[in-house]
């Protein structure tokens, strides 16, 4: 057989992708390949499950307009499916006077994003909200919510592969060789070729090794960020309500260790963000040769690191400091103690980087002959997975 389309990835980008491949195209022959055992195995099942509404980013840019776009469409389709799903609201708080300004620009951002409901809200009423925070002004949020997206993905299998003409998903099967031809392609998985008329990679901490094996020339480099969470023991969880975020710092494109109400009544605290020695390494002693080699032998990882090298010592102490990352958490809640707090899940984030150490901000998705690469995908790619399915099908519509 000669497949309509390949894709890479059964995250929630390409399980996304091929559900909106098959809206468009009923009768194509189609084949997803992921190379563990299950579907969302990477960063998919290992984020802290927001569904975010678009407030942070620049306007205009792919993140603001697939976040808006891909949320609303996440929760009609949470709905419509019954994955589990809250839209409980968050709050961004200001601990000092020293982050108000930045609040403000957040806020009017915001505004620009056209996001629903946002408002700028007192300390008094921060505490209608969340009892148990100590803080100085802060933004309300009310579309933002959280989601079981394992879930999400698992109801998108299951309505493509139930389809008339259904999705060919091969499991346990590693995409390690590509032959470009001008009518179909070739793809290897375990050693067995298959043929598809056009590629789709969505690779998320593969994304730059599965470009080159297609032969794109790719200046950047993905290099892994692990996030480590605690989670409130019993005796702590009615100290937290919502969702709650500290004002970012604007230098660093991460958001900040949170609090996360999850949708089994879970309270996760976190994540930080350290340099990880292994891109799919999910305990804090993680490492593989392989991947520490590639990152610290590219120019950018150490422009980064030595660049921020307070921050990044900081939060590489943190990570393996319970101290540390509670004091960091008592800057929202005060009142919590070493009691309050226990060791829990990681992840690790796909970050592309460029020469310089500087972070690709934005969604970047390209193609060039008939493959199709979402090179960069970082949060908020969850909440927009929807959306970039159907950018990519566009896309599609464009090479035909």
């Not at 809206?23 to 190379?35: G, M, R, S, V």
Request: charged fraction near 25%; aromatic fraction near 10%; include cysteine.
């Amino acid at each position: 057989m000669i497949y309509d389309f390949a894709v890479i990835g059964g995250g929630i980008v390409g399980m996304s992708t091929a559900y909106k491949l098959k809206l468009k195209f009923p009768e194509a022959n189609i084949i997803l390949f992921e190379k563990e055992q299950e579907l969302s195995a990477h960063q998919t099942g290992h984020n802290s499950g927001v569904i975010h509404s678009g407030l942070y980013y620049t306007p205009g840019s792919l993140k603001a307009e697939n976040c808006f776009e891909g949320r609303h469409e996440l929760v009609a389709f949470a709905k419509k499916y019954n994955v589990p799903h809250d839209i409980c609201g968050k709050v961004i708080v200001a601990t000092n006077e020293s982050e108000l300004q930045h609040m403000d620009r957040i806020f009017n951002n915001g505004l620009q994003n056209k996001i629903e409901g946002i408002a700028k809200v007192t300390k008094e009423e921060i505490k209608d909200i969340e009892p148990f925070v100590e803080a100085v002004a802060g933004i309300h949020v009310p579309c933002t919510g959280i989601i079981d997206y394992p879930a999400v993905v698992n109801t998108l299998a299951k309505l493509v592969t139930e389809d008339t003409v259904p999705v060919e998903l091969k499991l346990n099967s590693k995409v390690d060789r590509v032959e470009k031809g001008e009518e179909y392609n070739t793809i290897y998985a375990n050693g067995e070729g298959y043929k598809a008329k056009k590629l789709i990679f969505c690779g998320g901490l593969q994304a730059d090794r599965l470009a080159k094996l297609d032969e794109v020339k790719l200046k950047e480099k993905v290099v892994p960020f692990r996030g480590d969470y605690y989670e409130l023991t019993e005796q702590a969880k009615h100290k937290v309500q919502h969702l709650i975020y500290p004002v970012p710092n604007p230098d660093f494109p991460f958001l900040g260790v949170h609090f996360t109400r999850m949708t089994n009544g879970d309270i996760e605290c976190g994540p930080n963000a350290v340099f990880s020695f292994k891109r799919e390494g999910y305990s804090r002693t993680a490492f593989s040769l392989k991947d520490t080699a590639n990152a610290l032998s590219y120019k950018g990882t150490w422009k980064l690191l030595c660049g921020n090298m307070g921050y990044a010592w900081m939060e590489y102490r943190r990570g393996f400091s319970k101290k540390l990352f509670l004091k960091t958490l008592q800057r929202m809640i005060p009142s919590l103690t070493m009691d309050d707090i226990e060791k829990g899940r990681s992840g690790v984030r796909a970050q592309l980087l460029g020469l310089n150490g500087e972070t690709r901000d934005d969604f970047r998705i390209e193609y060039s002959q008939n493959s199709i690469h979402v090179l960069n995908a970082p949060s908020p790619a969850a909440t927009a997975g929807l959306a970039i399915g159907e950018k990519i099908v566009k896309m599609v519509q464009e090479m035909v």
